[in-house]
């Protein structure tokens, strides 16, 4: 079956620190793989995307993702987390753009 | 450029009732899918249309049922409202074709009584 898991639901990190958001999937063909972020009372925003090619993503905000097949994993990375990073985090896999499978997200919570 | 926007921001309904949701797609865009999110819920997939109509659906219901009309706005149409309907319901828009990035609409909230 077709799933994405984040297996953490809430994690709280110091404004500077480092982050890692953790996304494991499974997929039977190769997959497009995204991260989003949500503010409260917003929609989805697409931070980054992976569709093929180098594994190492760049997106908007200073975030990254790593896309390891063997481990099939897609972490979201950010080396230094401003207070404004606070928000709800989904991982998504698809075989296109659109008609996405989530996971349950991950709230990330900023200390100043 | 306008985004895509959702009507309306909240909703409260009851058990049984009916309710249309309704989306207008970003300028340029021609596909729009929808998506149920429960609390505490990544979103899900209900349908997507395209040219007015479905193409692709997920694991949900035949009383949800949708619309696509000529300016590709679109309708979310639940009937017989169940408690377990209540959730924020995403819009989101693109061009059809590979590698089209969607973008999604603030979402309506939905609260059955």
């Known amino acids: 079956a077709q799933s994405v898991t984040q297996p953490d639901i809430h994690i709280t990190v110091s404004e500077g620190a480092s982050l890692e958001l953790r996304c494991n999937y499974s997929y039977g063909a190769t997959p497009y793989l995204f991260w989003y972020v949500q503010s409260p009372g917003q929609g989805l925003q697409l931070l980054l995307k992976y569709f093929s090619g180098d594994t190492l993503v760049q997106g908007i905000k200073g975030f990254e993702a790593e896309f390891k097949r063997s481990q099939s994993s897609f972490n979201l990375r950010k080396p230094s987390v401003h207070w404004s990073d606070a928000a709800e985090y989904f991982c998504?896999?698809?075989?296109?753009?659109?008609?996405?499978?989530f996971g349950t997200g991950t709230r990330l919570q900023v200390f100043p | 450029e306008t985004g895509v926007t959702q009507s309306p921001t909240h909703l409260i309904k009851t058990r049984g009732q009916q309710v249309t949701l309704r989306c207008s797609s970003q300028?340029?865009?021609?596909?729009v899918s929808w998506y149920q999110q429960a609390l505490g819920q990544g979103p899900q997939f209900i349908f997507q249309?395209?040219?007015?109509?479905?193409?692709g659906r997920g694991n949900f219901p035949p009383r949800f049922s949708g619309l696509q009309f000529p300016n590709y706005s679109s309708e979310l149409n639940v009937n017989a409202l169940e408690l377990d309907d209540s959730a924020l319901y995403l819009c989101?828009?693109?061009?059809?074709?590979?590698?089209?990035?969607?973008?999604f609409g603030p979402g309506t909230r939905l609260t059955v009584l």
């Open positions: 989101a828009s693109s061009l059809q074709g590979a590698a089209n990035e969607q973008f």
């Open positions: 300028s340029g865009h021609n596909t």
């Open positions: 998504a896999v698809g075989s296109n753009t659109d008609k996405l499978i």
């Open positions: 249309y395209y040219r007015e109509e479905e193409n």
